[in-house]
């Protein structure tokens, strides 16, 4: 009795998830489909390392990404994929490169736009230098010597306005590192002149007055009001700590997308009719149980798809799908070990109750297997590859709840208690054979 009210209570469950997943779609909780589905504009930039040596390209490119994730999350970019990625050029020479996936973006001006006006901001001292040629001493050359401040070391920035010539004014606050940095230069630098550079550009060439322990700066380099909102804007979203070149673009159309996701949702639906078609002739009505049980281990992970939220690319539905033939592989084994249990001269329950603990492990050990292997693509593969990784992992770990606990409830509360309905069971079963 108890397993009948369980199977009325999941299969009441199961409704609810239906109309979750159905009823949901135009609300709060869509779909996201990434760029091969959704379409939108593929971006590869190199990044220039040259003056980089070992952990700080590292540490460059993963702050780089970061940067860029935000810039691209700040202007509301749905489920933007940001990834570095070791390269080599033509010459043989290993280099930095930065992908920029943007689904939903299809004008690339917008989308280089985006990502292009993140500025790389830097303090410089000015040092004259004089270059001697014989007994002539030459005109002074100005060098420009690094100090290791950029704009990975503001914490804010602000616009005001000058309180005497209205002059538009960008306020600087560095973080701790910064902070220390500014104080340490202009206590050491009283008289020299500290030039800020604006993506290799001079904007501002301000004399050390005195020295400077509180981290705050000001930029004003002759900015209307918009020019100097926007650069507030960018460096508050961060600058970029390397510079980068567009090297590559790509734009992928909605139509293009839509009819991948149409292709791969009728591959699945065909999939599934020849799977059940198969449970049920060869199982008949435990293959019909099995069928229901595989109907609501899609509802379960299309609601997971919605409420993670997991983005769906062509690869994603193709792990989608072939983690429902895992899942039809668990019930396979479950089957032949009761129809082993039932042939050794078991009751029906017994049968069912063994059977379901004897293929466990044969269960447990596939799926751990696939389920490893899905971790593995996940953290060394590609974006397309993580796609494919995430959903298959998830399908497998879902599909060991169905088969072990759903059609194992729906299998019990059927079963005779009878002797007399043994045989005829076993006969609309299939169990029998």
Known sequence: MKTRISAIIILILTVFIVLFVFKTEETKFPYKFGLDIAGGTHLIYEADISGLEGAEIVDSMD?????????????????????????????GEKSQRLIVELPGVTDINVAVEMIGQTPLLEFKLVKNTFVESGDEETEPQILFEDTGITGRTIEKAQLQFDSTSGEPIVSLSFNKEGKELFAKITKENIGETLAIFLDNSPI???????????????????????????????????????PIELISTQT????????????????????????MIFLVLWYRLPGLLASISLIIYIAILL?????????????????????????????????????????????????????????????????ISSILTAIILFWFGTSLVEGFALTFGLGVLVSMFTAITITRTFLLSISPKKDSEFKKFLFNSGLGK
């Open 63 to 91: 702050s780089l990404r970061d940067v860029i994730e935000r810039r691209t999350n700040l202007f509301g970019v749905s489920e933007p994929l940001v990834q570095t990625e070791k390269s080599k050029s033509d010459d």
């Open 204 to 242: 501002s060439s301000p004399v050390i007055r005195d020295e400077i322990k509180d981290g705050k700066a000001q930029i004003s380099g002759g900015f209307t009001p918009q020019e100097a909102k926007l650069l507030v804007r960018d460096l508050n979203y961060g600058a970029l700590p390397v």
């Open 252 to 275: 992928i159309g909605a139509s293009i997308g839509e009819d991948t996701l149409n292709k791969g949702m009728m591959a699945g639906i065909y999939g599934l009719i020849v799977v």
């Open 303 to 367: 609601a997971i798809f919605k409420l993670i939220p997991v983005t769906l690319t062509s690869a994603g539905i193709a792990g989608f799908i072939l983690s429902i033939g895992m899942a039809v592989d668990a019930n396979v084994l479950i089957f032949e070990r009761i129809k082993e249990e039932l042939k050794d001269g078991r009751d029906i329950s017994s049968a069912i109750k063994e059977g379901f603990s004897r293929a466990w492990l044969s269960i447990r050990d596939s799926n």
